[in-house]
Structure formats: C-alpha cells, structure tokens
T-cell receptor
Framework: EDQVTQSPEALRLQEGESSSLNCSYT??????LFWYRQDPGKGPEFLFT?????EEKEKERLKATLTKKESFLHITAPKPEDSATYLC???????????WGAGTKLIIKP | DSGVTQTPKHLITATGQRVTLRCSPR?????VYWYQQSLDQGLQFLIQ???????AKGNILERFSAQQFPDLHSELNLSSLELGDSALYFC????????????FGPGTRLTVL
C-alpha cells in the first residue's frame, strides 16, 4: 500500500536554530514528491517538486532533498515567519493522485 | 495568491441541509481537485475533474457530488449534512492534471450545527 509518513509531528526551534523535517514514503514507483507549506486556516502553498533520487531544490532558507525512500526539508537559520505546517505528498506511478502525509508543525520562537 | 478562488469563505448551516461550494481555477488550468481537511487532520482527496470530465475519485461520500462547467469553474455539492462534515474544503487546480503541480485556493470553512 502506498504510504507517506512525516516526522516529527511537531518541532519547536529557536530563531536561527537549523533543523530538518523528514518525509518517508513507500510507493510502487515515484512520479514526484511535493512539499507544501500551510498556515492555519489557509490553503497549502506550493514549495518544491522533486522527481528523482539525488535531486535538490532551494528557496530562501529552505532546501529539499530526495532519496529513494525519503525526502528531507532542511531549514537553515529559521525565522518566526517560517512557522507553519509543512506537508509532503507523493505521486505514485500507479495513478496520478497525490498521497499526503499528516504534516510537521514547525514553531520558531524569537 | 495562487490564482485559485473559492467562495464562500465561510458557511454555517444546519444538519440535513445542502450547500454548494464554488471554485474558479487559475487561468489556463484545465484540472480541478477537491479536498477535505478536518480539524487537525490531513488532506483527504475527494475528486478530480479535467476539462469537464471526472478523472479520479477519492474518499468522496455518496452524499457529495461535484461537477466542472464549460468555463472550467467547479462546484462541490454537499447534501444531508452531518456534524462530521464540518471541515475546511479546498479546491486546487493544475494545467493538465497529470504530473503537474497543484495550486490551492484559500478554502471554504464549513460549519454544520
């Protein structure tokens, strides 16, 4: 069964304290892995798409990496405005639907 | 701003009632997706339309239905509402509806009393 697991469920950091969020997946062939950011009560905001192992993408303080079994979202020197829930989703080769993780709630304290 | 619009922003109704949620996709996008997100729950895929035709179905209840019109806007109809239907309902759109990125609207918050 295709599955996506995100860890940790929640992460509290001090401003400037770098860390990583994990997205582990088991799918029968990966078409793509997507990272989104969601603020409370708002729609998910697209961040990155990764398609193959070894691929990396960066945007400001965020960097996403992909291996054959997991993806990491690295956050460098975070600021309070980076506080949000970060969602990971994968698209399997068996169909085109996205399989979503439960998300990691990131809190950055000033 | 993703370019996807949803109306209304908030909807409060009673059990047993029927409501319609509306979504306008980004300009040029042919595919529309509907999702449900209950409090502290993950995103649940409901249904996808591509250029007016149903393309994929997820965990959509029989009490729920959707359609996509010739101008590509979409409506999600929820009937015989129950307390458990209270949730955020999101619409997303993408150009082709295959491997392309989905862009989400701001959502409609439905409260069933």
């Amino acid at each position: 069964e295709d599955q996506v697991t995100q860890s940790p469920e929640a992460l509290r950091l001090q401003e400037g304290e770098s860390s990583s969020l994990n997205c582990s997946y088991t799918v029968s062939g990966l078409r793509g892995l997507f990272w989104y950011r969601q603020d409370p009560g708002k729609g998910p905001e697209f961040l990155f798409t990764l398609y193959s192992a070894g691929e990396e993408k960066e945007k400001e303080r965020l960097k996403a990496t992909l291996t054959k079994k997991e993806s990491f979202l690295h956050i460098t020197a975070p600021k309070p405005e980076d506080s949000a829930t970060y969602l990971c989703a994968v698209q399997a080769s068996s169909n085109y639907q996205l399989i979503w993780g439960a998300g990691t709630k990131l809190i950055i304290k000033p | 701003d993703s370019g996807v619009t949803q109306t209304p922003k908030h909807l409060i109704t009673a059990t047993g009632q029927r409501v319609t949620l509306r979504c306008s996709p980004r300009s040029g996008d042919l595919s529309v997706y509907w999702y449900q997100q209950s409090l502290d729950q993950g995103l649940q895929f409901l249904i996808q339309y591509y250029n007016g035709e149903e393309r994929a179905k997820g965990n959509i209840l029989e009490r729920f239905s959707a359609q996509q019109f010739p101008d590509l806007h979409s409506e999600l109809n929820l009937s015989s509402l129950e307390l458990g239907d209270s949730a955020l309902y999101f619409c997303a759109s993408s150009p082709e509806g295959l491997t392309d990125t989905q862009y989400f609207g701001p959502g409609t918050r439905l409260t069933v009393l």
